[in-house]
């Protein structure tokens, strides 16, 4: 199960539960869709992997005991080790290969 993460671990925007702009590696290193794009270039600095939108938990179970109400999101804020120099000079390395290829 997703621990669904609270925050870009690159810019440490909030990334509620619902958000639509929450992206996340094989991992689930988080980041929003912003960083993805614009520094990470869809290359995971952790694994290498590419980035998928993040599933949104149901809010109402409409199966017994399936909802974030039962299985509540993380509020462990994780953030990245590397600065932006280093997250870019990474992707620079990697984007040219398709995430299936990496």
Do not use: W
């Not at 270039?41 to 590419?50: F, M």
């Not at 109400?69 to 080790?81: D, G």
């Amino acid at each position: 199960m997703l621990e669904i993460r609270p925050n870009c671990e690159c810019c440490d925007k909030d990334l509620a539960p619902d958000s639509t702009e929450a992206m996340i590696c094989t991992y689930e290193c988080t980041f929003c869709v912003t960083c993805v794009n614009d520094i990470l270039e869809n290359v995971c600095p952790n694994c290498s992997g590419g980035f998928v939108p993040r599933p949104i938990r149901p809010k109402i179970a409409r199966r017994p005991g399936l909802s974030i109400n039962y299985q509540p999101p993380s509020v462990e804020r994780v953030h990245t080790k590397y600065s932006i120099e280093e997250l870019r000079e990474f992707s620079v390395k990697v984007k040219h290969i398709k995430p299936e290829d990496r």
